[in-house]
């Protein structure tokens, strides 16, 4: 037995005593003590079977289950800050929506909204969580978050922009059905739109904390949807080099050292770092 399945069997019970008591101190104690945190890596495994649990059981229980998340959520960074044990309530409760919202739809709304506030939270693990959630979502609803994507990519607030472009892109990336036509399309058109818009951003854009996270997570993503999109993504690369824009080309260059492109795609790869050099 993995610790994966380990932690599923430890948390039926703790999540069981809450519905029937309606008292989350139990698990959420077991949590923060199994979280890893303070530390380089958040426990994924207990995460990852804590959302599974929600999946199989909220189905149940969906008005307790949601309540549970939510209060999870409700530890603010002042509560459970960067790297606090207490962070590891929110990171579940987070990822776990992607859960509840596709087993019980009649969530779907309320996981859709704490997610996207979450995709801007000051802790860079909350919004991981907010983007695997949202990727959840995505592979069960694909039609519904494309749109969704499509109104979040400009919103008022520019910081907030460059943060929920960052979890869109990194949704997309850990979707499961990137070898289906729709989703490759969906994934290749929002990259796309995102890559291009940054060569209207003046240079203080370009120096915010949060375009750099967003440039951090298109220096993987893109490589991801170009391995399963290459007949739309690779003439976009071929495109993209030719306007000459240095945040633009950084993202290509990093892109085009991940093993995926290199292996499979070597030709293309060495073309693309040619022109690079030009």
């Known amino acids: 037995m993995g610790k994966k399945e380990q932690y599923f069997l430890e948390l039926r019970p703790l999540y069981n005593k809450f519905i029937s008591t309606g008292s989350s101190q139990e698990l959420s104690l077991y949590l923060v003590k199994n979280s890893a945190l303070p530390g380089r890596r958040a426990n994924l495994e207990l995460a990852s079977a804590f959302k599974d ?15 549970l998340l939510l209060d999870l959520i409700s530890n603010s960074s002042e509560i459970a ?19 509840i919202g596709t087993s019980c739809t009649q ?13 801007s939270d000051v802790r860079w693990r909350i919004r991981e969580a907010a983007a695997k959630g949202l990727s959840m979502l995505y592979d069960t609803f ?12 400009k919103p008022l607030n520019e910081s907030q922009k460059f943060l929920v472009q960052r979890a869109i892109v990194a949704s997309l990336a850990e979707s499961s059905y990137l070898n289906q036509e729709l989703q490759s399309n969906q994934a290749f058109e929002l990259h796309k739109i995102i890559i291009t818009s940054i060569y209207n951003l003046d240079d203080d854009q370009r120096k915010s904390e949060e375009f750099k996270t967003l440039k951090k997570g298109l220096s993987y993503t893109l490589s991801v ?12 690369i071929t495109e993209t080099i ?11 260059k990093q892109n085009l ?22």
């Open 53 to 67: 649990l929600i999946a199989e059981l909220s189905i149940l229980n969906p008005e307790r289950t949601i309540h």
């Open 81 to 99: 800050p960067t790297n606090n044990p207490k962070e590891f309530l929110p990171f579940c409760g987070i990822w776990a929506l992607g859960s």
């Open 107 to 119: 969530y779907f709304s309320k996981c859709v909204q704490v997610l996207h506030e979450s995709c």
């Open 142 to 153: 694909p039609l519904k978050i494309y749109q969704l994507y499509l109104a979040w990519i």
């Open 225 to 236: 949807i170009v391995y399963f999109n290459p007949d739309k993504g690779w003439p976009f």
């Open 242 to 252: 030719k306007k000459s824009d240095k945040d633009v080309y950084w993202i290509l």
């Open 257 to 278: 050292t991940k093993n995926r492109l290199v292996k499979n795609f070597p030709k293309e790869v060495q073309n693309c770092l040619a022109m690079l050099k030009e």
